[in-house]
C-alpha cells in the first residue's frame, strides 16, 4: 500500500491506542494489511513528527503538535518527567524519566530561548547549551522551580 495510507493509518492508531513501542506499531499495521519493517516504520514516524511521550505514568506515541502554548507543554512534561539538574559552565544537564530525555529537549528547543544554543539529548539525559554560565544557572533555575510547584 502507498506510504500516504500507511502514514495516516499510523496517525490513526496512535490517536484510538496506547502504542508503547515501535514493534506494537509494526504489529498493528502488519493486522491492518501493511507490509511493513520496523526501519519503515521508523522512518514514518520521523517523517510525521511523532513523538513518544509519558501519558498517566505510561509512555506513548504522539502526533507532536506544534502551538503556541509550548511553555504549558514544557511544564507538564517536566513535572512528569524530570529527576534532576545541575549545571557545568555554560551546559545544563537534565536528568529525566526513560525514554523521556528527547522529548523535553525538542521542547525546550521549541522555547526560542535567545540564551538557549541548543540541546543535545540521550535517553533519560540531556544537556542544554547555554550561551554563558548565568544562563545554564537561569535554565536549571527555571526547570527546577516547575519540577517543585
Known amino acids: 500500500m502507498a506510504r ?18 515501535q ?8 493486522k491492518e494489511g501493511f507490509k511493513v519493517t520496523q526501519a519503515t516504520v521508523s522512518r514514518d514516524i520521523k517523517e ?12 506513548k506515541y504522539v502526533k507532536e503538535q506544534v502551538t503556541a502554548n509550548v511553555s504549558s507543554q514544557l511544564e507538564d512534561m517536566i513535572r512528569h518527567a524530570v529527576l534532576s539538574t545541575d549545571h557545568a559552565a555554560n551546559i545544563a544537564v537534565i536528568k529525566t524519566i526513560q525514554g523521556s530525555a528527547n522529548v523535553v529537549a525538542l521542547l525546550i528547543d521549541n522555547m526560542k530561548d535567545k540564551d538557549i544554543l541548543g540541546t543535545i539529548a540521550g535517553d533519560d539525559t540531556l544537556a542544554v547549551i547555554a550561551r554563558d554560565e548565568q544562563s545554564a544557572i537561569k535554565i536549571c533555575g527555571i526547570i527546577s522551580s516547575i519540577v517543585t510547584d
Open 48 to 59: 510525521l513528527n511523532v513523538i513518544k511521550t509519558v501519558v498517566g505514568g505510561k509512555q
Open 23 to 30: 514493534e506494537d506499531l509494526v504489529s498493528e499495521l502488519i
Open 4 to 21: 500516504n495510507a500507511r502514514q495516516n493509518k499510523i496517525i490513526e492508531l496512535i490517536r484510538e491506542k496506547d502504542i508503547e513501542k
